[in-house]
């Protein structure tokens, strides 16, 4: 096996990871601030689509954490490069709040069909409006493909069932765009000058931040805080390079063991 290079960048998802909705993860505050005295890029991954990026940033501003806005790579930044690149009008199935960041995309008689997380618009006649485009030739995007994620009340539904049943209902494979995908990974890392082998990611998805990430060749750290269940280490191979409580111990590790 290769030698493994030298820890250059760290990945850091956001929900379930630094905080929970309005309420931060105890310590992660500093313990971002501890990372950051390192000689490291750090840079924050998130598959969210219940906001745009800028109100992300506010959040986590108001929550004490100093993070820039050109530090965030969204699966929304994702999924509106592609939309780009394709030159598609979309029918955006997204949250209202998650719609700046799809500001100048054309979706008049939408040819697209593109899903986040948007519960309001999970009901029959959306989905069957989107149903009948698809059979119609429209591309299915899925923002991500997430089973579930963490609220203050307890595990919620993501948009991957509702992906997975457009899915079913038109025999087609939705191109996905966020988290666990190897392009998502490496367009985080683009213009750090940091290969995968060099960087670390940290999150509470073993799947899709963990398992994504060391598909695409990085390490990776599960935290068993927002939607870890017990035994999730359990359900990729290779297993996590390491599995600890929060994110203040996952820094914790990276500076002592890592560097």
């Known amino acids: 096996m290769a030698a493994r290079r030298a820890l250059k960048a760290v990945l850091v998802d956001l929900n379930g990871t630094l905080h929970i909705e309005d309420s931060a993860v105890p310590g992660a505050q500093e313990a971002l601030k501890r990372l950051r005295s390192a000689p490291l890029t750090v840079r924050f991954v998130t598959n969210t689509t219940k906001e745009s990026k800028r109100d992300l940033l506010e959040r986590l501003t ?3 954490f100093d993070i820039a806005e050109h530090e965030i790579f969204t699966s929304l930044t994702a999924a509106r490069n592609l939309l780009e690149q ?22 008049d008689n939408p040819n697209a069909v593109v899903v986040g997380l948007a519960p309001e618009h999970f009901h029959y006649e959306m989905m069957n409006r989107a149903f009948r485009l698809i059979l119609d030739g429209a591309p299915l995007i899925a923002i991500h493909k997430a089973r579930y994620f963490k609220k203050k009340d307890g595990l ?25 995908e190897k392009t998502f990974f490496l367009e985080a890392l683009r213009g750090t000058g940091c290969a995968p082998e060099e960087a670390v990611m940290i999150g509470d998805d073993c799947r899709d931040d963990v398992g994504g990430a060391q598909q695409a060749g990085m390490r990776g750290i599960l935290v068993r805080t927002g939607k870890y269940r017990p035994a999730d280490e359990d359900k990729i191979s290779p297993a996590p390079y390491l599995t600890c409580e929060s994110f203040p111990e996952a820094v914790e590790h990276i ?3 890592m560097l």
């Not at 199935?93 to 995309?105: E, H, M, N, R, S």
């Not at 899915?167 to 996905?176: F, H, I, L, P, Q």
């Open 86 to 107: 394709q030159q598609v009008r979309p029918l955006l199935l997204v949250d209202d709040k998650a719609l700046p960041d799809f500001t100048g995309i054309g979706t």
């Open 62 to 64: 108001q929550l004490g």
């Open 255 to 257: 500076l002592k063991q």
């Open 156 to 180: 919620c539904l993501g948009p991957g069932p509702f992906v997975t049943g457009l899915e079913y209902a038109t025999d087609t494979k939705a191109t996905v765009v966020g988290k666990p």
